[in-house]
Every structure is written in structure tokens, then in C-alpha cells.
């Protein structure tokens, strides 16, 4: 019998430590996917590179001072083959970012938080013979950003300034302009300020505003108004038990740089997105193991932005819904918890309407735990808004998703887990081209179906020495990050999975090393 698994590949080291003053962070995480099948046994090739590290130094000034420094870097490569349009696709996706933060505590009452953040985001995107797909990036990001806090009994008010900058590297002639190629660049102001009002022992009101001064150059193809926005909310604690509230929110969007840059669905003349949503809540603890929660919401976007096949566009919209959930202890060793929630959704010039959100959505948990084991069942049904134009747009329009764990730790210092995925090795899609007009019968993108992961944890003592290696390890695997990197395909064979973590502790210094072979519960979307 051949699992329809997905293979991963994982090894993951984490290093943190503290010297008087002085604390770091350090971290490096590797991944490799292979092919997966789905639960009708279709094998889906597509092969995964994934790497992260970082670094991050904190330093306290004094007990109410403290900064900090943290660099992170993730880079993917990915290839396989896309059989909706019968191409091999490549790709690869890079960010670095640099963070400084200077935490000030002024007295019991006021504080203040400033933060730096540089980051940088490349990517591309292609497939053989079908130019329509090929796409690149190429972002540089700035955003400062300094907070005050005013706290006293009855107030908790917040304001500051944000500021943020995008530049598009690659210099190029936009869509939806008739200009020459050139660097686009964008920014934006905002300044807010919020108090949370304790008016009495038992009722809250929030309020907030904030202002967004936007602006473009390079090419502009749409003037980037500026916007106010409003919140408020309103909470009554009726009893111990019962917590009433009710509120209404604005929000204002900037269009993302890829959604104004990019080459094929990019749109120069974009404007910003804004709207409001109203929210209506209660929740009861009957008691101490027995919690119920409602809430209802109402979201109207004036104006949207949306993807069509032209590219993307302003829209208008609104969605409304409620979610209920109810969390419970049973007994000593059992807790569980289920939910219901329902959606309506529409916006013109999009794909709501093909199914693409749901209609309703069960969710339920079960776990156990008594002395050395764990165990779990939990999942979710899908009840999808069916779209009589296309009524075999997925391949199920309401399915169940069950998945299951389980957990023996003999020791203190071992613990031994396995869980599945998909139990039922469930055959389903988040994404379909069958709902567009080139699209076939099962023309979809589907889901893994079941996988296992069987690991065991192990924790000991470590001698303070170690870090020496540790440091050297990460030294050359960030050195490898900056290589040129290849993609190899692995034969899956049996295709079972297998995994070990060892957390290493000094007086001083934590180190945890997570080696694993798994298949992944989910595919990753190359797009």
C-alpha cells in the first residue's frame, strides 16, 4: 500500500541566551518538500527550498530602558508542474530585514516605543511558454514608527506617529500610465491617538482617530487622497458572568506596491480601499469550565480592490456574518470546544460569488490528557455557497476535514508524538479554474490528502561550551544562504516520516536542534 504522503524535510536550531545586560537570539530553520498526492491519488510534483536565520540582540540601558537590534532573512526557491496549463513552473522569493526598537519607561504612567524597520522583498515567478504567469519583484520597505502610552486607572490613551516608505526597484513602465519606465515610489504619514475610557467599575468606551496622508511618485496613473478614520466601542460587564459590547470601526487601505507594480495584473491608477465595520458581541462563563461566545459583524466596503483577469481594480462590497463558539472542561482529563460560523459575502468585480469563501463553517475539538498521554480530534465541515452557473466548480462543495493526534512522554526529557492529517484522506480544493472561461472539468488546485508525522523531543543539560559550535554552525548556514541554490528531487519510496528535537540548556543558554522528515498538511501556493 503506497501512503499518498507528502515528504518534508526539516532541521531547525535555535540558540538564546543572557550575560547581565546583555541578551540574543539566534536561529536557523531549513526546509525541503517534495511531491504530495491528493485524496483521489493524483500525484502533484512540486519541490520546496525553504531557509530562515536570524539574529536578535537585546540590551538593557536600565530596568526602564531597553533596546534592541534583529536581523532576519527567508529565502524559498520552488519548482514543479502546473497541470491546469500544462507548464513547468520556477520561482523564488527573498526578504531581509533590519529592526531597531528602544523601549523608555518615563514613570508608572507614561512610556514611549520607537521602532526602525528596513526591509527588502525580491521574487519572480515563471512558467515555460505561457508569459501570462512570468512576474517579478523587487521592494524596498522603510517604516518608523514612535509611540507614547498614557496609563492610570481609569484611562489607557495611545498615540504617535507612523511612517512608511516603498520604492520600487526594478524601473519600469507601469499599467495603467502612459509614462516611461521609471522607479515608483510611495509613502505614507499617519498620526493616531486612542483612549480606552473606564466610565464606571463596569462599562468601557474606546475611542480612536486616525489620519493617512499618502502620497506616489515616479508614475502616478491616481491621486492618493488622504483619509480619517474613527473607532469606538462600547463594553458592559452586566455581571461577573456576562460581558456585553458593541462598536463600529473604519478602516483605509493603501494599495500594495505589487498590486500597483506588477507587470501583468498591476494597476498605476489604484486607489485606496476604505470602509467600516459594525460588530455586536456577548459571551457568558457559566462557569470556570463552561465558556459561550457570540459575536455578529456587518463589513461595507466603499471601495475594494479586487483582482479580475484584466488585473486588479476598485470594487465595492459589503460582508456580514456571525460565529458562535462554546468551550468546555470535562472532567479532569477532557476539554472540547465547537463552533459554527456563517458568511455572506459579495463584491462586485471579484470571485466571491464562484464559492471561493464559505457559506458556513463547523469546527469541533476533543482533547484528553492524563499523566504521560495526550491525545486529539479535531476538524472542521465546509458547507460552500454554491454558484448555480457552475455547479461542478469543486471537486466537494461541503466536505469534512478530521485530524488526529497523539503524544507518550516516558520521561520528564522525552516525548514521542505522532499525528495524521486528513484522516480520511479527504479529496478537496481551495482553488479552481473551472469557474473561468478556459477552464475544464476538474481543472483544479488540490489539497494534500492524508499524511502522517511521527517525532520524538528530547531535552538535556548542556555544557556552556557548546555554544561555541552553535555559533560556527549558524555562521555557515547563513553563508550558505548567500549561495546560489539547487533544487534536487527526492524518491519518496515509502514516503514515512520521522522527526527528533533536542533542547540543550546551560546555566546561562538554551539551544534546541529540531531534525525531521514529515509530510506536510498543506501545499504551498506558488503564486
Known sequence: YEIPLRLVGSEMCIETGRQGKLGYHVYYDDKHSGD??????????????????????????????????????????????????????????????????????LSDKWSNSFTYRRSNTEGQYAQNNHTLFNADADYTYDFIS???????????????????????????????????????????????????????????????????????????????????????????????????????????????????????????????AYGRTSTIGYSKSFDDYNIFTFNWFETKTERGIGLTAAGYVNTKG?????????????????????????????EDEDTYSYGYSPKDLATFA?????????????????????????????????????????SYAPTKNINIYAKVNNLFDKMYSERTHVIYATGRPGDWYSMPGRSFVLGMQVTFNLNFSSLIFFILSCGAAMAALQQPQKTYKKQLGMR???????????????????????????DVEES
Open 366 to 406: 476533543v482533547y484528553y490528557d492524563y499523566a504521560k498521554v495526550k491525545a486529539g480530534l479535531d476538524g472542521y465541515y465546509f458547507f460552500r455557497r454554491v454558484n448555480p452557473n457552475y455547479p461542478n466548480g469543486w471537486p466537494a462543495d461541503d466536505y469534512a476535514i478530521f485530524n488526529m493526534s497523539a
Open 318 to 346: 459589503m460582508s456580514r456574518g456571525w460565529n458562535a463558539q462554546f468551550m468546555t472542561q470535562l472532567g479532569e482529563h477532557w476539554n472540547a470546544n465547537i463552533g459554527w460560523g456563517h458568511l455572506y459575502q459579495y
Open 36 to 105: 504530495f498526492k491528493d485524496g483521489s491519488g493524483k500525484k502533484w510534483q512540486s519541490d520546496i527550498d525553504s531557509k530562515s536565520v536570524g539574529l536578535k540582540v537585546n540590551y538593557d540601558i536600565t530596568a526602564d530602558h531597553k533596546l534592541s537590534l534583529s536581523y532576519d532573512r527567508t529565502k524559498s526557491d520552488f519548482n514543479g508542474y502546473d497541470y491546469i496549463y500544462h507548464n513547468n513552473y520556477r520561482g523564488d522569493y527573498k526578504n531581509d530585514s533590519i529592526t531597531f526598537k528602544d523601549d523608555l519607561t
Open 146 to 272: 514612535d509611540q507614547v502610552t498614557y496609563l492610570t486607572n481609569r484611562h489607557n490613551v495611545v498615540f504617535g506617529v507612523d511612517y512608511a516608505h516603498g520604492k520600487d526597484n526594478a524601473a519600469k513602465a507601469l499599467v495603467g500610465t502612459s509614462g516611461k519606465p521609471a522607479n515608483f515610489k510611495m509613502k505614507n504619514t499617519s498620526y493616531y491617538v486612542q483612549d480606552d475610557w473606564k466610565i464606571i467599575p463596569h462599562v468601557t468606551l474606546s475611542g480612536g482617530l486616525r489620519y493617512d496622508r499618502p502620497s506616489n511618485s515616479g508614475q502616478t496613473g491616481a491621486t492618493l487622497e488622504s483619509h480619517t478614520s474613527k473607532s469606538y466601542k462600547l463594553s458592559w460587564d452586566i455581571t461577573d458572568k456576562d460581558i456585553l459590547y458593541a462598536g463600529r470601526s473604519d478602516f483605509f487601505i493603501l494599495p500594495s506596491m505589487y498590486q500597483l507594480t506588477n507587470r501583468q495584473y498591476g494597476n498605476a491608477s489604484l486607489k485606496p
Open 496 to 522: 514515512s516520516a520521522f522527526g527528533a528535537v533536542f533542547t540543550c540548556n546551560s546555566l546561562d543558554h538554551t539551544i534546541t536542534c529540531l531534525l525531521y522528515t514529515s509530510p506536510s498538511p498543506r
